[in-house]
């Protein structure tokens, strides 16, 4: 079936360690492809986004998230974390052939990081 | 508004009871989407509006679910008949552009329902 899917559940870092977020999304053709993020007790809010060109991209708060067509993934980075980038991160697909903006959501990661 | 607000935040009601969720999008905003979350999963969609008309109900998981948006604003997803399964988290976004794939949508802070 269809899926976007991401690998961790649960992610546990101290503060200044690097952040890697896998996602894979099993789409061919072309894709738009997004990471959303919900802080404790906010909203949804776009972290960043792809749609063509080139594959990394750079998002708010220093996040930056790589498109590799081969891979079929779109994997979510931050070299250095902070205690406030604790969240929960959804990695998200519109396919190509959707005639309308239905977002397909992966089941979230969850990130904690230790002070 | 300044953003998408839904109501209520909170909704608790006994199994069989019918519950009205509220989305009031972004002011201008044209399409409107609703979305379906529960525990420890991400969003799922349900339907969405381009101005009033539904475009697309796919998602609504049976026929208790239905969703309308009679003046192209305010949208409201009904759950007639509810049951324990139902409980999850209800989004809303809206997006200021009809379907494209470029196009953003912005989340509503949700409706929580819990169904004893």
Known sequence: ?115 | GAGVSQSPRYKVTKRGQDVALRCDPISGHVSLYWYRQALGQGPEFLTYFNYEAQQDKSGLPNDRFSAERPEGSISTLTIQRTEQRDSAMYRCASSPRTSGVSNEQFFGPGTRLTVL
């Open chain 1, 1 to 115: 079936a269809q899926s976007v899917s991401q690998h961790n559940h649960h992610v546990i870092l101290s503060e200044a360690a690097s952040l890697e977020l896998g996602c894979n999304y099993s789409y061919g053709g072309t894709v738009n492809l997004f990471w959303y993020v919900q802080y404790p007790g906010q909203h949804l809010q776009l972290l960043l986004k792809y749609f063509s060109g080139d594959p990394l991209v750079k998002g708010i708060k220093g996040f930056e998230a790589e498109f590799i067509k081969s891979k079929f993934s779109f994997n979510l980075r931050k070299p250095s974390v902070q205690w406030s980038d604790t969240a929960e991160y959804f990695c998200a697909v519109i396919p190509g052939y959707s005639s309308a903006s239905k977002i397909i959501f992966g089941s979230g990661t969850r990130l904690s990081i230790r002070p």
